[in-house]
């Protein structure tokens, strides 16, 4: 059964902000939220992570809500090369790189 | 570019043949997964080397094998090969068992027919 639920395709315009969301209502206490972006015909990419607060790196934001049974990606200033297919992960620490992925979101960056 | 490299990028092979997949991690890393990842799926983990012995494995059947070497490059090797094994094949990287990021290489297309 998937842990995550994602919509399975979004439209954003280059410069604008991209809102991806994902509802993991059945998470665990100490269950990360990890995010990775696949691009067309390459491996995964790690984006982000967290566990209950909110974080930001050069990349993007992730926003947990206080309950932590959804949390939103958000890709401040979409260009081009962010259209991708978002994968949002819930899994312990120290699971990094034992991911149970989705089918995720697809982007589309549109000019 | 993320350090991980595999190889080859494409082969096709007979069902019923054997296939060996490498991969080349980032250095300085220990721990290396496999994913399979079919056309319009996300990727599937199949399972996880740490310094040489397997950590954990997915739902995958025991004709998948993996070994990592001392220098912790890796191989992935199926036999008997189904035309269900057609798919992108994807090895991870990471420094630890306990890590939060893995790397990804850009996987093996495998066609099996």
């Known amino acids: 059964d998937a842990k995550t639920t994602q919509p399975p395709s979004m439209d954003c315009a280059e410069g604008r902000a991209a809102n991806l969301p994902c509802n993991h209502s059945?998470?665990?206490?100490?269950?990360?939220v990890y995010w990775y972006r696949q691009i067309h015909s390459q491996g995964p990419q790690y984006i982000i992570h967290g566990l209950k607060n909110n974080e930001t790196n050069e990349m993007a934001s992730l926003i947990i809500t206080e309950d932590r049974k959804s949390s939103t990606l958000i890709l401040p200033h979409a260009t081009l090369r962010d259209t991708a297919v978002y994968y949002c992960i819930v899994s312990p620490m120290g699971t990094a790189s034992k991911l149970t992925f989705g089918t995720g979101t697809r982007l589309q960056v549109t000019l | 570019e993320t350090g991980v490299t595999q190889s080859p990028t494409h082969l096709i092979k007979t069902r019923g043949q054997q296939v060996t997949l490498r991969c080349s991690s980032q250095s300085g890393h220990n721990t290396v997964s496999w994913y399979q990842q079919a056309l319009g799926q996300g990727p599937q983990f199949i399972f996880q080397?740490?310094?040489?012995?397997?950590?954990g494995r997915g739902n995958f059947p025991p004709r998948f094998s993996g070994l990592q070497f001392p220098n912790y490059s890796s191989e992935l090797n199926v036999n008997a090969l189904e035309l269900d094994d057609s798919a992108l094949y994807l090895c991870?990287?990471?420094?630890?068992?306990?890590?939060?990021?893995?790397?990804f290489g850009q996987g093996t297309r495998l066609t099996v027919v």
């Open positions: 059945t998470i665990s206490g100490n269950e990360y």
């Open positions: 080397y740490y310094r040489e012995e397997e950590n």
């Open positions: 991870a990287s990471s420094t630890t068992v306990m890590n939060t990021e893995a790397f």
